[in-house]
């Protein structure tokens, strides 16, 4: 089974607010990145979070990890409708492969 | 255009064929990446190259599947023998990422949707 579990699968909001979205693992990683995927579209990289860090910024983006949770969260402020997509949490651990989740599927409604 | 590119965009194949995909990953990325990925799931990891060398495969990898990326450059993806069940997106993800060095950032092709009639 996959180890990124994504929670929740869908989530549908309204233009202009927080969107929060998170992630199970089950074993030691290295890092978390996390991925967005639009409609006919490749992934796109959003963010990656090293094991040692606990949040990171990147303009809208808020990630935080909890190592001893083994969990991590997104969060996108102010959502607007270009912010619909599926999200992917991925880990990474030492000498190993890329471990993706089944995703979340965010809406914005305008 | 610079970024990751794959060949070709949608194949429909009759079950029992071969087929084979390219990708072309950024020039100077040391790995190459595939991976498979269906309707309403996240990608699922098949194998990855690291330079020519193929470190690691997933055991979803069945025997009629094989990549090969000889000059460390461009890598095919071929499967064998094709069945129903391999209907998909196969997707390709390159990465800087030099021997042992982990936090990669992978960037992704624009996938290759295979059916399988």
């Known amino acids: 089974s996959q180890q990124g579990e994504e929670d929740p699968q869908a989530l549908s909001i309204q233009e202009g607010e927080n969107a929060t979205m998170n992630c199970s693992y089950k074993t030691s990683i290295n890092n978390l990145q996390w991925y967005r995927q639009n409609s006919g579209r490749g992934l796109v990289h959003l963010i990656l979070i090293r094991s040692n860090e606990r949040e990171k910024h990147s303009g809208r983006l808020r990630v935080t990890l909890d190592t001893s949770k083994k969990s991590s969260s997104l969060l996108i402020t102010a959502s607007r409708a270009a912010d619909t997509a599926s999200y992917f949490c991925?880990?990474?651990?030492?000498?190993?492969?890329?471990?993706f989740g089944p995703g979340t599927r965010l809406s914005v409604l305008p | 255009d610079t970024g990751v590119s794959q060949n070709p965009r949608h194949k429909i194949t009759k079950r029992g064929q071969n087929v084979t995909f390219r990708c072309d990953p950024i020039?100077?990325?040391?790995?190459l990446y595939w991976y498979r990925q269906t309707l309403g799931q996240g990608p699922e990891f098949l194998t990855y190259?690291?330079?020519?060398?193929?470190?690691?495969k997933s055991r979803l990898l069945s025997d009629r599947f094989s990549a090969e990326r000889p000059k460390g450059s461009f890598s095919t993806l071929e499967i064998q023998r094709t069945e129903q069940g391999d209907s998909a997106m196969y997707l390709c993800?390159?990465?800087?990422?030099?021997?042992?060095?982990?936090?990669?950032?992978?960037?992704f092709g624009p996938g290759t949707r295979l059916t399988v009639l």
């Open positions: 991925a880990t990474e651990n030492y000498g190993q492969n890329f471990v």
């Open positions: 190259f690291q330079n020519e060398a193929q470190l690691e």
């Open positions: 020039s100077e990325h040391n790995r």
């Open positions: 993800a390159s990465s800087l990422g030099l021997v042992w060095q982990v936090n990669n950032e992978q960037f």
